[in-house]
């Protein structure tokens, strides 16, 4: 083996575990941004903040929302909610 041939493969390899390295912290850094959105989203709103109430409020309610998840339950605001109730993130079915 020359020396030519000898650092033509260490430079392989440097650039083989510089670039693997690379990619176990870009894995790295989309892993913790996925975990980091699903706790976003995992988290629902208290009755308190949302301001919710059991009585519907003028005509619209906890059963005419999209949120809203038969039969106690809503996407945004923690449970149990009634189907009578209301809340400011309330959002119309479609």
């Known amino acids: 083996m020359n020396d030519k041939t000898k650092n033509s ?11 693997g390295a690379y990619a ?5 850094m989309i892993g913790v941004a996925a975990t980091a959105a699903d706790a976003q989203v995992a ?19 906890c059963g005419s929302c999209r949120q809203f998840q038969p039969p106690s339950s809503c996407l945004t605001v923690e449970s149990p909610i009634s189907g009578n109730g209301w809340c400011r993130l309330y959002a119309k079915k479609a």
């Open 43 to 61: 988290k629902k709103a208290s009755h308190a903040s949302a301001g919710y109430q059991e009585t519907p409020n003028a005509g619209k309610s």
């Open 9 to 19: 493969d260490a430079l392989s390899r440097r650039r083989l575990l510089r670039t």
């Open 24 to 28: 176990v912290g870009a894995a790295a």
